[in-house]
């Protein structure tokens, strides 16, 4: 008896660490419940890598199709290995079949230059790059990144920081070596796009993609206004008081000898080619059917409104 009740006192010490034992393995498994969410939400909002031997069986797919008069529409070849949407699958495809000149690449908003239009080309196809932004954290990055990647780590596209204006634009491509023809230029700096493109001469890019503004969709032509300190205004991360329509960039593109020939499927990064590059692969373009995704009228209902009295000039 007196044994039980010995037993019986130190029970509420084997309970109390039985307590302690159950909550420190619940701190466990929350913590490893955290750690998986993470690596989910990771693996979540990975692209999809398309490797390099399959986008060179790709290349000879798209080339063999062009030869036999098959022109496949975009939303049927993008995918995603840097770009922000399926722009590397685009590009991939307008280069396989209208060719390639010498490799060479603008970006003027590149960022990092890792999640954007030119770094699937460079790091794939052998291309070389002058990739400009304002944002000196962003371009110690990209330096980082390229010149530690075994595909890129010998010759790294070349990084410079600035803030382009339709007045500096051409001194600064001139001022770093690049003129003349050019394989692709992209632009992408959520402002004054439009003005850039307009001003530039100093390069003849073969192919332009270009950032729009989609929210106008197509009943409107018209810019944000050239001005060198533009600030854009963003609404759920989206850019909304920046670039230009799509009509507006239609026009430039005509006035400097390009047409329209597609977009990625959210409408609003397009693509223009040379007149005097690929007309039979890649004919012209009609802006509507750019703007067809239900993404578009969206941003056309719930964001337009909220920026459509800004100031917009014309074109």
Sequence with gaps: MERKFRSLGRLPQKLSA???SQLHLTAKLDAISGQLTRITDKVDTQPS???QGTQLLLRLAYQQLAARG???PFDQVEFRNYSENGEDGILLYVFSVIGETKKTCVDIGAATGVSGNCANLIINHGWTGLLIDANESHIEYGRSYFARHPHTRLFPPKFV??????????QVLHAHGVG????LLSLDIDGIDYWVWNALDVVSPRVVIAEVQAIWKTEASVSVP????FTPQYINGFGVYSGASLPAFVKLARTKGYRLVGSQRY???AVFVRNDVGQDELPEFAAEACLGHPFVQWAHDVLLPQVKDKS????
């Design 18 to 20: 039985l307590v302690s």
């Design 49 to 51: 890598y398309v490797d």
């Design 70 to 72: 098959t022109r496949l």
């Design 161 to 170: 920081r600035t803030r382009i204006t339709s007045e500096n634009v051409n």
């Design 180 to 183: 003349g023809e050019v394989d």
């Design 226 to 229: 050239d001005q060198a300190d």
């Design 267 to 269: 409408g609003f990064n």
């Design 312 to 315: 917009w000039v014309p074109i």
